[in-house]
């Protein structure tokens, strides 16, 4: 099911009971379920079903995934969390979500270990609206990377659900507040300039009490409409319905009745048009509420775009960071972090994506899958049922949740052995699953995963080399780099002006490159130790040295004098 602003729109009234009056999730799971059918009441649907649902799947899309920093600025497995934590928020407050996807499985009343997964594409677009207006940038290959897969580019930018953090929600409260707002971007002043036009020329012809109907006009940018045409016109009125703002001619003298009397007045506005502005962010805050297992695959990215976009600006410190995505979302599960484990324990065939991780999961490859979970779609996912759709936010956050549930049902038998299962519950996936609960895994850096409720576990990276170069006059880590590719990849960084320390995430490649470089003539490849190659420590050591020649020097002439 796919979501964009005008969809969106339908739901956000009772969305907005779900964050405020949690008391209110019964009466509008029961009020949504005459309207399944369409987008609005499934929209409505899955919010409600994130109180009482688990677990939560999410996926995201965005325009871009790492700006092109070259030299210190590129992340490497030399980095500490800290660093590579500082580096990749860059590129996150350089780049926009387009698409969320999110896939809620619940369990069905008296059928044990059976799922049905609500899933829903929600496309985003950042908020233009009075002093708002986000900068942000498309990576080509990422671009191409999403059209590929079929990615509705017009949904995204044309019908795409606004959004904002919690600072951004400041500033524009406080602007509305104070009445100090504008329309700011070009094609909405021209679009309210082509409406001034329409409707004075109607007002010449039109008799008091007529009115008429501006269609296409929906969201928050109605209330912009509404605003700009009462300022402007001091003998009309105007209301917003379904089918468009509605424009009537009044006299002045009932306008002014209508403007201090009416409970559509302008002063009674200014929630309903932050509420409308803020869009998807209130469905943030209702999953924030709900506080459900979150969980995706290699989501680092994504909770970095959760926190920038919907909460608050990526703070400077990186404990910072870890402790509000602990406080957002207390319980964080990473497939990508558990697979890892699995796979090497179960000699399951390599994979390199998602799909490629459900399918083994998915056969006869998988040894509990006749007593796994059944999971299904709701009717209104059921283009899933037969197609795969790689890379489509909402198929992906249900791969997400499926892998998950599988595999925690292969946990379990394991721990159980021989013995017969009970009824699986979600709590018991849960249980064994909690070894890897907010373990995020991490790509490239010190450290193969974060710890989000606790320290950082120490690193498993193999040992670094280093390489000491003869006869290479200038060389850079660029040439380094390409000397060693055909046989594997390091990260390579410059010690000293021969020296340089290479470093990979394989064992193997350790052992290779030790042997293939062990009696070459111009570069010595060795594991490096810290007490013996760091240029600090060999600089104290040559200053200890020289002080303590000097004081035995000196012990020396002061022995041998009169």
Known sequence: MDVGADEFEQSLPLLQELVLDADFVGEALATCRPYSVRTGGCVLRLGTLVFFAFPLGLDIEFTGLRSNLTGPQQISLFDLPSEWYLKTRQSVQQFTICQIGLSVFSSIERESNKYVAHSCNFFLFPTTFGILDSEFSFQASSVQFLNHYGFNYNKFLKNGIPYMNEEQEKKIKHNILCGNWKVRSSPDKDQIKVVIDEVTRWLDLAEEGEWMTLPGITGFQAFEVELVLRQALPNIWTVLKEEGVIVKKVSKQHRWYLDNTSCDRVSCWREKILFSAKGFSVFFQMLVKAQKPLVGHNMMMDLLHLHEKFYRPLPESYDQFKQNIHSLFPVIIDTKNVT????????????????????????????????????????????????????????????????????????????????????????????????????????????????????????????????????????????????????????????????????????????????????????????????????????????????????????ILGRSGP
């Open 340 to 555: 890892k484990d699995i796979w090497k324990e179960m000699n399951f065939p390599r994979v390199s994506n998602l799909s490629e991780v459900y399918e083994v999961l998915n056969s006869d490859l998988n040894p509990t899958k006749n007593s796994e979970p059944e999971i299904i779609h709701s009717h209104e996912c059921e283009k899933y049922v037969e197609t795969k759709y790689p890379h489509e936010a909402a198929y992906d956050a249900f791969l997400c949740g499926s892998v998950l549930l599988k595999v925690a049902h292969l946990l379990l038998e394991r721990v159980h052995g021989i013995d017969p299962i009970p009824e699986s519950t979600f709590p018991q996936y849960l249980d064994v699953l909690a070894p890897y609960v907010n373990q995020v895994n991490l790509i490239r850096a010190g450290v193969p995963k974060i710890n989000f409720s606790g320290p950082d576990y120490p690193s498993i990276r193999p040992p670094i080399l280093i390489l000491s170069v003869s006869k290479w006059p200038g060389v850079n880590e660029q040439q380094v780099y390409r000397e060693f590719q055909n046989l594997c990849k390091f990260d390579v960084r410059r010690l000293t002006r021969s020296q340089f320390l290479l470093l990979t995430n394989k064992f193997k490649d350790v052992r290779s490159t030790l042997k293939e470089y062990r009696s070459h003539p111009t570069l010595q490849v060795s594991l490096y130790r810290y007490w013996k190659h760091s240029p600090n420590i060999n600089c104290l050591l040559q200053v200890c040295g020289i002080v303590t020649t000097w004081a035995l020097l000196a012990f």
